[in-house]
């Protein structure tokens, strides 16, 4: 079989680029082999690239001058890589059975001397966060990505090789294969929950504002972008009890509960509030607080749904559709605490100072002894007025406190389940009103080892991140139709 596959690899140890090289050498698909990298020794059966790093624009465009053969291959880190039996064949023939763009698939990893399986999960319209797990190993049609490769910026330091899958992704599709073909060393064994705050921390945040203007290209390209026209927001709608209603859907957090409640009703606002916890039933004597606390101060509605089948999502519908809410419902949830006694008001005061339909506020990550930990305080500054709703597609996220305005809450109702419900409801909202913001920190965001995502398999990691990707392909697609 003839050489068909042009290979580009970053350079890390001379012993370690030496086996990766070594591994892709087996294969007689392979033609030439690229070393990437300023700083790259010559390795036997490659050749080097004297360039900057693999996410670098410029370093896009070389690789698209460099391939001379019908595939490229990159493999994105710079530990040896083991490549499975027949693994590369198994890359062209799924790439020339499906005549699709990108090709990627399971794998494994060694953490700490283990290993360890790492499915990944199937590429959907709307998975855009610039996060998207594809492993180290990108199997390309040569083709079109030297049509991608016009859409990537030269002038990308760190979104390059971001830029140049959105533009594959507009030109053609993108496989998983579901078979482990290689296994790479995992460097970074940090748990589940502390990973997932990265594309948030603010030390990253020259790379996000990359991360962005290459999304933003993306969504004008495809017809998706959304210009920051927005509807106005008459407050005068509905005859409310209250100004704001404080909402915390709970189960069985007997260890936290009684903090929440006191955070609320601590508060100290120019307007009239209460709190309405929805009990989902719970076990451990959660319910029993809350009763107590309900009975000293008549501003605590206790509900215990009728339904059995409600999730996070499901409990704030109950909520914002009990005739106690107020105008405003603003979030808390049972693990956490408000900064301090002005949240309330704070909040209130954003939705008329800046006429939104929602407000995202800004936390502070803490432990259980409320002392700050990395990556410390979270501000959210994608979601600007300009182009906060459109940014809001690549991130995973939204912020703490959400608050709403609750007529516009009510038109919306929230997803029934327990994880991602709050970035559905933020986008469906961003579509069409403005999001407000608060840059002070007034939440604080409690970390702990019961928290429900501290440390998350891959297989639950894998769920929530696909379900999130579903989330913003619909909404993808109804952002499409508004700009026809």
Request: contains cysteine; negative net charge; hydrophobic residues 40%.
């Amino acid at each position: 079989m003839s050489a068909k596959i042009t290979c580009f690899l970053p350079f890390g140890t001379k012993e370690e680029t030496t086996i990766t090289v070594s591994e892709l050498r087996k294969s007689d698909l392979v033609s030439n082999i690229f070393i990437v990298g300023n700083n790259a020794e010559e390795i036997e059966g490659a050749e080097v690239l004297n360039c900057e790093a693999l996410a670098n624009g410029k370093t896009i465009q070389l690789i698209a001058d460099k391939s001379d053969a019908e595939y490229v291959l990159l493999y994105t880190k710079t530990s040896a890589l083991t490549l499975g039996q027949l693994a590369v064949e198994r890359f062209y023939q799924v790439a020339t059975d499906t005549n699709s763009g990108l090709v990627y698939s399971n794998h494994r990893a060694i953490k700490e001397g283990k290993v360890e399986n790492l499915p990944v999960i199937d590429y959907q319209e709307g998975s855009l966060r610039d996060d998207f797990n594809f492993g180290s190993v990108l199997f390309y049609d040569a083709k079109v990505l030297k049509e991608a490769v016009k859409d990537v910026d030269a002038k990308y330091e760190h979104a390059g090789l971001y830029a140049l899958r959105l533009a594959v992704a507009a030109r053609s599709e993108l496989m998983r294969v579901p078979e482990v073909l290689y296994t790479e060393e995992e460097m970074d064994t940090r748990k589940s929950g502390e990973k997932i705050f990265d594309y948030v921390d603010p030390k990253n945040r020259a790379v996000q504002i990359e991360m962005e203007e290459a999304c933003t290209e993306h969504l004008k390209r495809i017809g998706a972008y959304l210009e920051p026209k927005f509807k106005d927001v008459a407050f005068g709608e509905g005859n409310f009890k209250v100004e704001a209603s404080v909402v915390i859907p709970v189960r069985d957090r007997v260890k936290t509960i009684e903090d929440a409640i006191k955070s609320v009703l601590s508060q100290k606002a120019n307007v009239d509030f209460n709190l309405i916890i929805v009990d989902n039933y719970s076990t451990d004597g959660t319910t029993e607080i809350i009763a107590k606390y309900a009975e000293q101060d008549e501003r605590l509605i206790h509900i215990i749904p009728e339904r059995k089948d409600l999730g996070i999502g499901g409990c704030w519908n109950e909520a914002v559709n009990h005739e106690a809410c107020g105008k405003f419902a603003i979030q808390l949830d049972s693990d956490d605490l408000y900064a301090d006694e002005t949240t309330v008001q704070k909040v209130v005061d954003a939705f008329y100072r800046e006429n939104c339909a929602m407000v995202v506020g800004t936390y502070q990550m803490v432990n259980f002894k409320l002392e700050e930990i990395p990556p410390g305080i979270i501000d959210h500054r994608e979601w600007t007025p300009e182009n906060g709703r459109n940014n809001a597609l690549r991130i995973n996220g939204l912020g703490a406190p959400r608050a709403f305005y609750t007529p516009v809450l009510r038109n919306n109702p929230i997803p029934n389940v327990n994880y991602g419900e709050d970035y559905a409801l933020g986008l469906a909202i961003s579509r069409n009103y403005q999001i407000g913001r608060i840059y002070d920190p007034i939440y604080l965001c409690r970390r702990w080892e019961d928290n429900s995502d501290a440390s998350l398999d891959i297989e639950k990691m894998n769920a929530h991140n696909t379900y999130k990707d579903r989330v913003r392909t619909i909404e993808l697609k109804a952002r499409k139709l508004l700009a026809k």
